[in-house]
T-cell receptor, first 112, second 113 residues
Framework: GDSVTQMEGPVTLSEEAFLTINCTYT??????LFWYVQYPGEGLQLLLK?????DKGSNKGFEATYRKETTSFHLEKGSVQVSDSAVYFC???????????FGSGTRLLVRP | NAGVMQNPRHLVRRRGQEARLRCSPM?????VYWYRQLPEEGLKFMVY????????ESGMPKERFSAEFPKEGPSILRIQQVVRGDSAAYFC???????????FGQGTRLTVV
């Protein structure tokens, strides 16, 4: 079935370091792809999304490009801040479906 | 995000008790989705409801779990005779259409002791 695989965490970085969180997916069709962020003690917030191949989603300095050839949607940020410390979830939504399929999440810890 | 209200934020129940989790969707939203997040796992779809209708409950355990979204009032996720394995964070999302990707509540963290 359809699934999402994320790199395991925690990922620990120093402030201003470059961030990559890997996400790959398996799907029978052409899904929309999402990154959600969960700050400590809070719910999920949509960070960015892409709906078709080669689309780039971006928000708050984060970017991810929908790569159909590698079935990937890696999250990147050029310079992380302490306030970016959170759990990041990659997710997919198949066309005509309403069930988001989530990866297991990657915890990011940014040290000052 | 802040528009979808869930309560309580934290709930502690003893084994065998009932847990009732509430979700008030954003104003104008008539579609509600419940997800469960087990420790160290991603969220898993449980149920999709519209006002007074259950559209898809394929992710709900067959026993002890039920959900409703009445004409008036919040959506309720009810877990009867809770067991330790029910300990999880339960999230609700709402939307005005069939695609709930944008608006999640803060979740209810259920602990069964």
């Amino acid at each position: 079935g359809d699934s999402v695989t994320q790199m395991e965490g925690p990922v620990t970085l120093s402030e201003e370091a470059f961030l990559t969180i890997n996400c790959t997916y398996t799907a029978t069709g052409y899904p929309s792809l999402f990154w959600y962020v969960q700050y400590p003690g809070e719910g999920l917030q949509l960070l960015l999304k892409a709906t078709k191949a080669d689309d780039k989603g971006s928000n708050k300095g984060f970017e991810a490009t929908y790569r159909k050839e590698t079935t990937s949607f890696h999250l990147e940020k050029g310079s992380v801040q302490v306030s970016d410390s959170a759990v990041y979830f990659c997710a997919l939504l198949m066309d005509s479906s309403y069930k988001l399929i989530f990866g297991s999440g990657t915890r990011l810890l940014v040290r000052p | 995000n802040a528009g979808v209200m869930q309560n309580p934020r934290h709930l502690v129940r003893r084994r065998g008790q009932e847990a009732r989790l509430r979700c008030s969707p954003m104003k104008g939203h008539s579609h509600v989705y419940w997800y469960r997040q087990l420790p160290e796992e991603g969220l898993k779809f449980m149920v999709y409801l519209q006002k007074e209708n259950i559209i898809d409950e394929s992710g709900m355990p067959k026993e002890r779990f039920s959900a409703e979204f009445p004409k008036e009032g919040p959506s309720i996720l009810r877990i009867q005779q809770v067991v330790r394995g029910d300990s999880a964070a339960y999230f609700c999302a709402s939307g005005s259409g069939r695609f709930p990707e944008a608006f999640f509540g803060q979740g209810t963290r259920l602990t069964v002791v």
